[in-house]
């Protein structure tokens, strides 16, 4: 649709030798001439907008050959007022900064370029009606367990867009960790049911935007285009097409988002918009005729130098802007430009797939102000989203540091509402593997928890037994199912967001090569044609797994209808005579977890839970069904974790 002919009023711009120049409206009408033989512009991003948002401004990338040459830009709408536009060190990028009038409604309006020569581009513009207000993106809580999935290893329903011929990477593996195998965005729609059953309330798969690199593509974590789906997990139809189903049942989809770096093979590193678009850009324009490894500046991965007060600037420069790996440049994020188009980038997608949340990847790794910026602007604009961001440290200070509401020595202010418990992680396996001795076993797990005192909210932070860069929890706890089943209700039980990784309820492992990430990243059974065991049906599949999902399933579901644990208070016992005692409780409800390493039948005596409330009561086991009443003992017949609740 086109303004043809219409007399409308119009903000003209000239755009002189200075970068900047401030607005002159004036009213003219567009020519038919101009719509007739413009040139359409070459990509502008964000593609498209909406009306109604707390934030008027925008800022459009434009890119096409020689368009900083553009003298006068016009925008064909009394909606939209052009404030400023802004040369880039390129000659064939424009950025432009738009107001978008309060009331604005919904339109497609014209931009025109003019360059000295009389050359005419065009751009047809679209702003789009939000389908929702801002207030009713709920983001994922407490209330939430999220499934983690490795979209390329989970289902293959779609084997034509498998591969295609024009991306770097072509054809599908399965034999090779490292290749694509053909999983898709169809694919996990296909199974929202399987998933829901489990009683998982949330979806969080690993990015599906295009990551067109030579080798390797398939995690996702090198994208090559912010803003399209990688054709090989499907089309943006498709992605929003799951975000509606997750929604029809109640269920949130998260986005995994990458803010420090994209892939080599990004269509900026061929004409980058600004001498500083990247960190250590001199180094790749350098090299960039053949690539060369081993001039990369990488990341010294030094993450306490963001908090460290002995850090030297060498070591904190070369922690934030070094790149990631060799093939993912590291985004500067310090340009004014990237930075807004990160934050634009982020908005568009929450109303594009009408998000319950986004998880940014490597959150200590870019400037750490942007990241304050970014989080508060997407917050500011959906007051009741989340977020939850990487800080792959073992330290509940690292931790601490990063999450909203913290109280930081340097005064840092973050605005991320959830961080992630790697610290739990780590000393909850430890506990569980070691022997009982006055510092060691549970009471690892016991003091972990106790760190919370050092968080801002600790029920905003999210918890997990491993996730797709870590060994499995199977694989970590040496194959042994008891343990791995304590490791999860503990985890489904405390203060936390609670996440689990695809294939975690059959006891997926990487014990061939433990740790290695094609491996933990394995295909999940019954997601391909002619798959020998069928892990959605069940057929074919080992005892073992199958009483692994019927595990889950309980435990997840229980945690699903428990406001105790989504919400309530916690209380818990120092662990003596190899157990551990963890409570969660409200008015209505109290939940009795226990962590039980004595091998044989154990009479635990209740009189030192006394606090707890619950003589007399009677609770009931969620795993078995059984009741029993609190009185003097509670027997514990084997090794495991019990899990009770006063709601019958
Ligand atoms: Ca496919």
């Not at 711009?13 to 120049?21: D, G, H, T, W």
């Not at 964000?46 to 553009?70: A, C, M, S, Y």
């Not at 460290?308 to 590291?330: E, H």
Request: aromatic share 12%; net charge negative; charged share 25%.
């Amino acid at each position: 649709m086109k303004h043809i002919g219409k007399l409308i009023l119009i903000a003209l711009i000239l755009v002189s030798s200075c970068k900047e120049q401030q607005t002159q409206p004036t009213k003219v009408s567009i020519s038919k001439e101009t719509l007739e033989n413009a040139q359409p512009i070459e990509k502008t991003e964000p593609p498209h907008w909406w009306t109604g948002f707390k934030n008027q401004e925008l800022q459009l990338l434009i890119k096409h050959p020689n368009v900083g040459d553009t003298e006068t830009v016009e925008i064909f709408s009394d909606q939209v007022e052009l404030k400023q536009t802004h040369k880039a060190d390129s000659p064939n990028y424009l950025f432009l900064d738009l107001e978008i009038a309060e009331n604005a409604q919904p339109e497609e309006f014209n931009i025109v370029f003019t360059l000295a020569d009389g050359t005419e581009f065009i751009e047809s513009y679209e702003l789009k009606p939000r389908e929702k207000k801002a207030d009713e993106y709920i983001g994922f809580n407490s209330s939430d367990a999220i499934y983690l999935i490795t979209p390329d290893r989970f289902a293959n329903a779609n084997p034509s867009n498998d591969s295609f011929d024009y991306l770097n990477e072509t054809g599908i593996d399965r034999s090779d960790n490292y290749a694509r195998h053909g999983g898709d965005i169809e694919g996990i729609t296909n199974h929202l049911d399987y998933i829901k059953d489990l009683g998982f309330t949330a979806i969080w798969p690993c990015p599906l935007l295009t990551n067109d690199m030579p080798s390797s593509s398939y995690h996702g974590y090198a994208i090559t285009d912010y803003y399209q789906v990688d054709p090989r997990f499907g089309t943006l139809h498709e992605y929003q097409t799951l975000g509606e189903e997750l929604r029809k049942r109640g269920m949130k989809l998260v986005m995994d988002q990458v803010a420090n770096h994209c892939g080599l093979g990004h269509w900026w590193m061929q004409d980058l918009p600004f001498k500083d678009w990247v960190n250590f850009q001199d180094n790749y324009l350098q090299n960039q005729s053949q690539w060369d490894n081993s001039k990369v500046i990488t990341s010294n991965h030094v993450r306490t130098a963001n908090q460290d007060i002995y850090a030297s600037n060498t070591d904190k420069k070369l922690m934030s802007d070094g790149w990631f790996v060799s093939g993912m440049p590291d985004l500067n994020q310090r340009n004014p430009f990237m930075a807004k188009y990160l934050i634009q980038n982020s908005i568009w997608w929450i109303e594009t797939l009408g998000l319950g949340g986004i998880r940014q990847d490597t959150y200590p790794y870019p400037d750490k102000d942007f990241m304050s910026a970014w989080a508060g602007a997407i917050m500011t604009e959906y007051p009741n989203f989340n977020i939850v961001g990487e800080e792959w440290s073992t330290n509940p200070l690292l931790i601490a540091y990063w999450q909203e509401g913290h109280d930081n020595h340097d005064g840092y202010k973050s605005n991320l509402p959830s961080t992630m418990d790697f610290a739990m992680q780590e000393q909850l396996v430890s506990g569980l593997k070691n022997p009982e001795t006055w510092g060691t076993g549970l009471k690892e797990i016991y003091v972990a928890l106790a760190n919370d005192f050092s968080y801002a909210n600790p029920q905003r932070i999210m918890a997990f037994p491993d996730n797709h860069d870590m060994s499995r929890i199977f694989t970590q706890l040496e194959g042994d199912i008891t343990n791995t089943k304590m490791a999860l209700s503990y985890l489904a039980t405390i203060p936390r967001i609670f996440q689990m990784y695809y294939g975690t309820e059959i006891l997926m492992d990487d014990f061939e090569k433990p740790g290695d990430h094609g491996l933990i990243r394995t295909d999940f059974p019954g997601g391909w044609e002619g798959d020998a065991v069928n892990a959605f049906t069940g057929e074919n599949l080992e005892a073992s797994k199958k009483d692994m999902q019927e595990f889950i399933k309980k435990l997840v579901n229980f945690r699903k209808s428990s406001e105790a644990i989504h919400t309530g208070k916690t209380m818990h016992f120092g662990p003596e005579d190899n157990t551990y005692l963890l409570a969660r409780y409200n008015e209505d409800e109290t939940v009795v977890h226990i962590l039980n390493k004595n091998e044989e039948p154990f009479d635990l005596e209740l009189d030192r839970f006394k606090e707890l409330g619950l003589d007399g009561k009677t609770l009931k086991n969620v795993f078995t069904g059984e009741t029993v009443t609190w009185t003097e003992n509670l027997t514990l017949d084997k090794k495991g974790s019990y899990l009770f609740t006063t709601k019958l």
